[in-house]
């Protein structure tokens, strides 16, 4: 960690962190997916501390992103709450684990859900439809019917428009559990799970599927925190000049996120998570 630090100046991990910032929450996913490859791949971090310090900028960036969508009147209240509570178990069981998965295995692990997802993206086309195809995504709204139980449905107006739709809270709050627990074995935050699931199977548009994430990511990732601190698998030194500057670096990923459409906010989703995965595979 001496070696790491020595080459690595306060200016340059606020940077690093500003950035990583504003791309994770553009995009909905806390910018760990980013973070850790780096922190693992070009300065050396033990995997499982890695995942620890990632975390606590994850921590840093949700809330700051959290508040700034908030501001924006994007936010699911209703059911992040309830989303961010499925987490917490997933959360503390993936940091008790999180020791056990090191080096290659654990670069593979990674690479492969990141390509899942990224795949997913690409084929499916999960932007939230322009007005040409309103009526199809009306009725896409209304969620699949091999999942019925437990179905809720949300009204909420944002940016001077009105989204509906429903989806079955159960299957979300599984979800939600398992997204936990990758958040804090891997230290992403879980957002490159949660967003895609919260569009795909609980038909959830685009822009509130981010901001709702970011939501849920503020709690996943403090009890996260809060585990892997007690295990001794956080680096503060690096954590909080990187988590100062995803906090600086949030409001920034939120207000472009108002620039940029669901279908392009997917596509450097999709992007994004290839080339790391790529990078991961290759020795």
């Not at 100046?9 to 910018?31: D, K, P, R």
């Not at 599927?209 to 709690?219: C, D």
């Amino acid at each position: 960690m001496i070696a790491v630090w020595s080459i690595l100046s306060t200016l340059g991990l606020l940077v690093l962190g500003a950035s990583v910032g504003a791309l994770g929450t553009l995009i909905g996913a806390g910018g760990g997916f980013l973070l850790v490859p780096i922190l693992i791949m070009f300065f050396h971090v033990p995997t499982d501390i890695a995942a620890g310090t990632s975390l606590f900028v994850v921590l840093a960036n949700a809330a700051s992103g959290a508040a700034s969508y908030a501001r924006q009147g994007r936010v699911d209240y209703r059911s992040g709450a309830a989303f961010a509570l499925a987490t917490l178990p997933g959360a503390v069981l993936g940091a008790r684990v999180s020791s056990l998965v090191a080096g290659r295995p654990f670069h593979i692990l990674f690479a492969l859900l990141l390509f899942a997802v990224a795949a997913r993206l690409a084929v499916s086309g999960i932007a939230q439809p322009h007005a040409a195809t309103r009526e199809r995504a009306d009725d896409r709204r209304r969620g699949p019917g091999w999942f019925s139980w437990g179905r809720v449905t949300r009204r909420m107006a944002a940016a001077d428009e009105t989204h509906e739709w429903s989806f079955s809270l159960p299957l979300g709050l599984g979800i939600s559990l398992v997204a936990g627990f990758l958040s804090s074995i891997l230290g992403i935050g879980g957002g490159i799970v949660h967003v895609p699931a919260l569009v795909e199977l609980l038909s959830y548009p685009m822009h509130i599927a981010t901001a709702t994430s970011h939501f849920v990511l503020a709690f996943t990732a403090l009890a996260g925190v809060v585990a892997h601190a007690w295990q001794g698998t956080l680096d503060f030194r690096l954590a909080v000049p990187l988590g100062v500057g995803a906090a600086a670096g949030a409001p920034v990923g939120a207000w472009l996120s108002t620039r940029l459409s669901g279908s392009r906010i997917s596509a450097l989703l999709a992007v994004a998570l290839a080339m790391v995965a790529v990078r991961l595979l290759i020795p």
